[in-house]
């Protein structure tokens, strides 16, 4: 019998140590159950049963007050341009970026509009997928322009960066910059625009493969900087051809572009508007406790003295005092005179004027033209660019036979005819004097500098001239030329000349060279107008 009911004890203490166990595991689910599951949450906090009309415990408070998880909207998946144009500028972009940032300066600073003017573009590619293609010809005129807006306010700020710093010891390097950035027009090219790609870089080409002969064996950073920022050009030219061989070709089912757009610049906000990430799920640790109030600091207040001990009003009242003004003056001993005791004197540390810091010397000034060593005439083609140089009276024309690709850099030629057939990207003239250019066409610019007495004629078309520092220009145009922009700083002597009336004679038209400024109340700005002297 005793040994029935011994058997009896274990078997009920077994059956407890089973219940306790099981009890142990509800609670320890209840506390640990994580908040993505409101339904259960609000079950386990209110069981059924006669038990419901208890209090909870904590447990069961906090897990009952956890709010739902809100359930993100899935995110709408980009197309495959938009993707593999990303891929471009963290791949080939923020390689240039990166080698800019190395030099600093004035070239990192430039490459960070450059990036910004890439990340607009994505913007705007972006936007081509999901709108139909605004009629630029109508109404839509001005939602085309505000597209392209922020990609061209990137592009006005590299050559800015340019224009400002004429003088920089990395000016080539901003040249090339600034000359290349045209890259992101392609986007409003309709027919193979993966070519104003590579005459971008021809442009490019002409200021980099300067900086690549002069840091060649130099300095390695400024040669890896040119071949990643010409790098870009070429991957962005594969991009191209691969997705937009023949333009944009924008979305015929879309939305107006404007409502795309618009949708967009919204994106950000309700992204912000986002609830926080959910806590972790069950099994990790418990978060912290939220911190206490912080200290309160027991600040005494302390007499302060008076507004008079401040400022200039302590010193005039300081010398209001009269002879009393002196009173905390200590009387200085003999023996702690330096001008009457030459051991102190010897000894004391106030600097001597003699050890002043010298004023730098003012620095040397460029020879004149007439003492510098004069270099042979040099007339060759190297790669894309065409270099003519130190040309002296040569008595015959000076020929090139130029391409699209192909920029012209004419340095030091005095008194010197030069003749440009074909269409050329780019000319640039610096240092020259009584120099005759003619040309066919170009692709953008006819840039001079520092030169004298120079002579322009133009045969077909040129987008534009750029004249800095110059003593005197004729400028010859043609009917197809004639919508010219010509932009001139710090020049004087400058003639256009234009063919007008029946006869096609030429007509010259002086440039304005004063300006006279003044400051309109009205408008709160200063007004400049040009001189005209009538006569």
Same mark, same amino acid.
């Given at each position: ?23 142990? $595991? ?57 993707? =593999? ?58 939602? &085309? ?29 901003? !040249? ?26 021809? !442009? ?6 300067? *900086?690549?002969?002069? &840091? ?18 070429? $991957? ?6 691969? &997705? ?14 404007? =409502? ?40 005494? $207040? ?12 302590? *010193? ?15 009387? *200085? ?8 005791? #030459?051991?102190?004197?010897?000894? !004391? ?45 040569? #008595?015959?024309?000076? +020929?090139?036979?130029? +391409? ?33 250019? *003619? ?63 029946? $006869? ?32």
């Amino acid at each position: 019998m005793a040994q029935n009911n011994m058997h009896n004890l274990v078997t009920l203490i077994k059956r407890l140590e089973a219940a306790t166990t099981r009890l142990e $595991d509800i609670a320890s689910s209840t506390i640990e159950l994580p908040q993505a599951v409101p339904a259960l949450a609000a079950t386990l906090a209110t069981p059924s049963g006669p038990s419901s009309t208890t209090s909870p415990t904590p447990q069961n408070r906090v897990t009952a007050s956890a709010p739902p998880a809100l359930k993100q909207a899935p995110q709408e998946p980009l197309p495959e341009s938009v993707e =593999e144009f990303d891929v471009f500028i963290n791949r080939s972009v923020e390689k240039y970026v990166q080698a800019s940032n190395k030099l600093g300066g004035l070239i990192a600073e430039q490459a960070s509009k450059v990036l910004q003017g890439f990340e607009q573009q994505r913007r705007f590619l972006l936007i081509s997928t999901k709108a139909k293609k605004p009629d630029i010809t109508g109404s839509d005129m001005v939602v &085309y322009q505000e597209l392209l807006k922020p990609i061209n306010e990137a592009l006005m700020a590299v050559g800015s960066i340019k224009e400002s710093n004429r003088g920089s010891p990395v000016f080539s390097q901003l !040249s090339a910059v600034a000359e290349g950035i045209m890259v992101l027009a392609w986007v409003t090219v309709d027919s193979k625009p993966y070519k104003h790609v590579e005459e971008s870089l021809g !442009s490019a080409q002409f200021f980099g493969n300067r *900086v690549l002969k002069e &840091y060649k064996d130099k300095d390695p950073e400024q040669v890896e900087w040119v071949q990643a920022f010409y790098q870009v050009f070429r $991957d962005l030219a594969e991009y191209v051809k691969q &997705y937009y061989p023949n333009g944009i070709p924008w979305n015929p089912k879309g939305l107006p572009a404007a =409502e795309v757009a618009k949708s967009l610049d919204s994106a950000p906000a309700a992204a912000a508007a986002l609830p926080p990430p959910p806590p972790p799920a069950a099994g990790g640790a418990p978060p912290p406790p939220p911190p206490g109030p912080p200290p309160v600091l027991q600040i005494k $207040d302390q007499p302060t003295s008076s507004s008079k001990s401040e400022g200039m009003g302590a *010193v005039f009242s300081e010398l209001n005092k009269g002879e009393g003004v002196t009173k905390g003056l200590r009387k *200085v001993d003999r023996s702690e005179m330096t001008h009457k005791n #030459p051991a102190l004197r010897a000894s !004391s540390t106030v600097s001597d004027s003699s050890t002043r810091g010298k004023s730098p010397a003012p620095g040397k000034k460029p020879k004149p033209e007439s003492m510098r060593v004069k270099k042979p005439p040099k007339k060759e083609l190297d790669g894309n660019k065409w270099t003519i140089e130190n040309f002296e009276k040569h #008595p015959e024309p000076i +020929e090139i036979e130029a +391409e699209m690709s192909h920029s012209i850099l004419i340095s030091r030629c005095n008194q010197t005819t030069i003749i440009v057939k074909g269409k050329a990207n780019a000319v640039t003239i610096e240092n020259t004097q009584r120099l005759s250019l *003619v040309i066919d066409s170009l692709v953008s610019t006819v840039d001079v500098v520092k030169s004298s007495n120079f002579a322009l004629q133009v045969l077909g078309t040129l987008p534009t001239i750029l004249l800095d520092q110059l003593d005197g220009a004729q400028v010859y145009l043609s009917k197809e030329s004639t919508a010219t922009r010509i932009f001139s700083s710090k020049s004087a002597g400058i003639n256009v000349n234009v063919l007008a009336g029946d $006869d096609e004679d030429y007509k010259e038209i002086p440039l304005p060279g004063q300006i006279c400024s003044y400051y309109d109340e009205e408008k709160g700005d200063m007004v400049n107008e040009i001189v005209d002297h009538a006569g």
